[in-house]
């Protein structure tokens, strides 16, 4: 199993950047996939998830609701994050997480950084 994320940068306060989560090795449409994010001295926490097949279900953290968007495309096994209005406190690496049948699948993580 293999995740690439990409699409990390550094950006303005207020700007958009969007992730990308390129997966390989499972049955992609069958797996609900969900974004991560570890800031310096912190613990990992939950950004989005979404669940499998269509991605009818998607859930977020409250620092982001509103601001931010997980999706998913089937056809090219690829989970996105649109991050909107970002804040300096949206500082973190990112990570992008498989929910397998027995275990799950990590990426290597991709730097966003909000600065002035």
């Known amino acids: 199993v293999q995740l690439v994320e990409s699409g990390g940068g550094s950006v303005q306060p207020g700007g958009s950047l969007r992730l990308s989560c390129a997966a390989s090795g499972i049955i992609f449409s069958f797996t609900p996939m969900g974004w991560y994010r570890q800031a310096p001295g912190k613990q990992r926490e939950l950004v989005a998830s979404v669940s499998s097949g269509s991605g009818g279900s998607s859930n977020y953290a409250d620092s982001v609701k509103g601001r931010f968007t997980i999706s998913r495309d089937n056809a090219k096994n690829t989970v996105y994050l649109q991050m909107n209005s970002l804040k300096p406190e949206d500082t973190a690496v990112y990570y992008c997480?498989?929910?397998?049948?027995?275990?799950?699948?990590w990426g290597q993580g991709t730097q966003v950084t909000v600065s002035s």
């Open positions: 997480k498989a929910s397998g049948s027995y275990k799950d699948y």
